[in-house]
């Protein structure tokens, strides 16, 4: 206790003047009062200047003399409604500074003292750098239009600034340059800060060069069909037979993946009428189909009936018809399919809507460095350890002291002091590494006193997130060494987190959704979002059209019932299996690997291929889901985490609890990656990480993360909640999908097991046949084939499965992989439709 008060006093006596103001202002009670002072002493500013306006021209002879002299006079009294403070106030911004432009210091005082009182405004580095800009720009630009009125007025529109960097400019380009200055610095500053700018100026140049563009190619057609009318034919002839030329399957079939994605770059450079987007595709073919039909149909058809007569023509309408044209576009060699373009006008969060929080505090001062450098080998020399060297690193909230201990210093003995130094620097968390592996050191670390907050937006805004090649980034926080810390979920492959109530796993869980919501598109990544205690993450349902799976027919994207818990994890193995099927038919190894040949339209729609995104699955909440539904949800948990990795499918489950019960053998040996915030105990502590540490953390996102040996301390981000709300606006404010991703129902296995002796196949379903021939053609008797295929319910799906069983068309149920195909090609399948209906 007394060591502690000792020390306590010691460093506040230490602490410079300035530290001091810099704590005072921490408080919140002294920011309130400076900002309420500043708003106030704002409305005072803007009361003198206004005045000024109507009084100054009776004041000015007032402020000839000193500010001193001026102010201390009984005898000389203004007219200003804020008296000779705010008259000389008013005359040296207005006359002696910026002139009229001087108000923006009136609205920046105003701005920051409402940003002091808790007002949520723009940035004030943004808003100081904006005011200097326009001050300067409209203190020259009234300078140089009122230069003139310099000697007859009481008011410098300009001020003494804009009157004199006028006249310079005048002096140095002319009155036209400094004219034509303004105003392309005018122009300069809002191509540079307003979007919508740069467009509405090149609007009109672009309509006259696309109108021009038009009449040229008419003109063009026109007189080269008049020239060259029988070359014409002929050109078109040829084309007619290259386009009916017998089609490559591959590319016939590419036609049908390619739907939206036609290559978009190809109308920027060529003026041959290629599809782009669906809705230019149209507009161009339309135009051809205009263009082609007045040069050849009507104008030509009729003269060459009126002059020529002969069979020609007829042979040359129905060559120039537009569908050939048209065709023989979209034989041409498609891009890459991009998946992206399912929702091409989305727009990642931008930077802007993460806070910089306290940017300025967790500055470590030399003193305390060598002061807890001092005490470390004090209370080493105490038990005779002697030390070669001590150096530190500093990190946002933790400080590393590296020691390297004389020769014959045994290690287990400065681990052993860990207590005696806690003691001596009065300081909980303490950790020491002995040693720290790869380094040769021992590391021992100490909190800050005033540790610093890690915003989102540094570690987002980092070049390390931003330039990473991960599939799924995670940008966690900063390293002891104030590195940005990324780890790719898609390597990690499932991950753990445990943390006592109160210490940053919340955070933590919004910092990883956050990461991932910064770097991927909706058509890349779902979540599968399940969160128990029904608050944590409810806050994702605006998102839902974007970024989340959920069961057929659910309400709720946001998975809160144990029931429905148990049921989206089996859907989920549905799903896992049905993506090992597609790998297993597009010959690749993983889920990249995949993807890459879909991209690259090597896989065919057809066969039931698609592009698979990513989907993470986040259970907060782990130990409640365990205690009610145990088993249920253990098992397929863990056969997810056993399987799931190559098929793109990532979980993690975060456990206030990290005790043997929750996070069971089976558990742990499939989630490798392990976050752990502050525990409780030592014992928690070794059950999530395998080793004590967690439990000496100092809380508020302090944190260990092992990726199988090595541990790593890390300060989490920290991402408030309003700044994920602002972020699920941005991104649910944008086009989403029609729904949420829809997994693979599962109903307990109920709706695959009605006997194949039950079913009448005199009341088969209307799809029947046209679903056994999908089944036979992509020999996967697979329910949520059909569901998707036919965009049917499951309760339909399954029983038309069923009554593809009971004709012998697929196999019996076999869990959760898709039924056998008995029926091997279409040539079979007509023969047993035919005895069907027979
Ligand atoms: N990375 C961080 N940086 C700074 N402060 C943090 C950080 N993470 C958490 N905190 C502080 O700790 C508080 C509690 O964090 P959080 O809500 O994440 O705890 P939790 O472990 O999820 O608690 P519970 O399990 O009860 O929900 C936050 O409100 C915040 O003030």
Redesign the pocket.
């Known amino acids: 206790m007394s060591t502690g008060k000792k020390n306590k006093t010691g460093k506040k006596n230490r602490k410079s003047g300035l530290s001091k103001w810099e704590t005072n202002f921490k408080n919140f009670k002294f920011r309130f009062i400076t900002g309420l002072a500043l708003v106030a002493f704002s409305f005072y500013l803007a009361l003198a200047f206004l005045s000024f306006f109507f009084t100054g021209f009776a004041d000015r002879s007032k402020f000839d003399i000193a500010f001193w002299d001026f102010i201390k006079s009984a005898e000389i009294t203004v007219q200003n409604w804020t008296g000779k403070f705010g008259a000389w106030l008013a005359d040296t911004f207005i006359n002696d500074w910026f002139g009229v432009a001087s108000v923006s210091v009136v609205v920046l005082l105003f701005m920051t003292g409402i940003k002091l009182i808790g007002a949520k405004i723009m940035k004030l580095r943004k808003a100081f750098v904006h005011a200097a800009l326009i001050t300067i720009w409209t203190s020259v630009t009234l300078g140089f239009f009122f230069i003139d009125t310099i000697n007859d007025q009481y008011l410098l529109f300009g001020g003494a600034h804009g009157y004199f960097l006028s006249k310079w400019f005048q002096a140095a380009i002319g009155w036209a340059g400094t004219f034509i200055l303004i105003l392309i610095t005018l122009l300069a500053y809002f191509s540079f800060c307003f979007d919508w700018f740069i467009p509405l100026i090149s609007k009109p140049f672009q309509k006259k060069e696309a109108k021009s563009d038009q009449s040229e190619t008419e003109e063009s057609t026109e007189s080269e069909i008049n020239v060259n009318h029988q070359s014409k034919i002929r050109a078109e002839e040829e084309q007619f037979e290259k386009t009916h030329a017998p089609l490559d399957e591959d590319l016939s079939l590419d036609r049908a993946v390619s739907g939206l994605s036609e290559a978009a770059e190809s109308t920027a450079t060529s003026h041959t009428p290629v599809p782009s987007h669906p809705k230019e595709e149209k507009e161009i073919v339309i135009k051809d189909d205009e263009t082609l039909e007045m040069d050849f149909e009507p104008e030509n058809t009729d003269k060459s009936l009126e002059h020529k007569g002969d069979e020609d023509l007829e042979l040359k309408i129905e060559k120039a018809a537009t569908e050939e044209i048209s065709d023989h576009n979209e034989d041409r060699p498609l891009g890459d399919y991009d998946p992206t373009l399912d929702l091409s006008s989305y727009k990642l969060p931008t930077f802007d809507l993460l806070e910089e929080h306290d940017t300025d505090s967790g500055q470590v001062g030399e003193e305390e460095l060598i002061s807890n450098k001092n005490r470390i080998v004090k209370t080493l020399e105490d038990y005779k350890i002697q030390i070669k060297s001590i150096k530190a690193t500093v990190g946002p909230t933790i400080t590393l002291y590296e020691i390297v201990p004389a020769p014959g210093v045994r290690i287990s003995k400065i681990k052993n002091l860990e207590d005696d130094i806690a003691l001596s620097l009065a300081a909980l968390g303490i950790r020491i590494i002995a040693p720290i592996p790869g380094r040769g050191t021992i590391g021992i670390e100490v909190p800050n006193s005033e540790p610093e ?2 915003s989102m937006r540094t570690i987002i805004t980092s070049r390390k997130f931003q330039n990473s090649k991960f599939e799924l980034p995670i940008a966690f ?1 900063k390293t002891i060494s104030n590195e940005t810390y990324v780890l790719d979920l898609a390597k990690a492959p499932h991950m753990l987190v445990a ?10 869980l919004n ?1 990883i959704i956050t990461s991932l919501l910064y770097k991927k598109h909706p058509s890349q990544l779902k979540f599968v979002l399940v969160d128990p ?1 029904k608050v ?1 993450l409810n806050i994702y349902s605006k998102i839902e059209k974007h970024f989340l799976a959920k069961l057929p027919d659910e309400e709720e994207s946001i998975i809160t019932d144990v029931q429905r818990v148990v049921s989206t994890l089996h859907s989920l193995t549905i799903e896992m299996d049905e993506r090992y099927d597609l790998l297993k038919k597009a010959h690749a190894r993983n889920v990249k690997e995949y993807n890459h040949k879909f991209v690259k339209r090597q896989l065919n729609p057809e066969k039931g291929h698609r592009f698979l995104p990513y989907i993470v699955v986040i259970i907060d909440e782990f130990a409640d889901l365990i205690m009610t539904a145990g088993k249920d949800v253990e098992m397929p948990i863990a056969r997810i985490a056993q399987l799931a990795r190559a098929v793109g499918i990532h979980m993690i489950i975060a456990t ?1 609890r990290p005790s043997t019960n929750i996070i069971t053998g089976v558990i742990k040996a499939n989630f490798p990656t392990r976050v752990a ?1 502050k525990v409780a105990s030592m014992i928690d502590s070794r059950t999530i990480l395998d080793s004590p540490g967690a439990n000496q953390l100092i ?3 302090d944190m260990l993360i092992t990726q199988g040996s090595d541990l790593v301390r890390v ?4 991402v408030d909640t309003p700044e994920v709300e602002q972020i699920n606006d941005y991104i649910g404010a944008q086009q989403g999908y029609p729904s949420a991703l829809i997994l693979p129902e599962y109903n307990g296995g109920d709706g695959e097991t009605a006997e194949p002796g039950e079913v009448d196949l005199s009341k088969r379903d209307p799809m029947f046949e046209e679903a056994a021939r999908i089944v036979v053609a992509n020999q996967s008797g697979s329910t949520s084939l059909i569901q998707r295929r036919f965009s049917i319910g499951y309760n339909r799906a399954g029983r038309i499965i069923d009554q593809l069983e009971a004709a012998g068309i697929v196999g019996p149920f076999e869990g959760s992989k898709a039924r056998q195909v008995l029926v091997p090609d279409e040539y079979e399948l007509e023969k047993v439709i035919d005895s069907i209906k027979g």
């Open positions: 907050i890690v926080g943390g006592a109530t109160g210490q940053g796993k919340s955070v933590g910092a205690k944590e206030q915030f809380g508020r996102g300060q989490c981000a920290f």
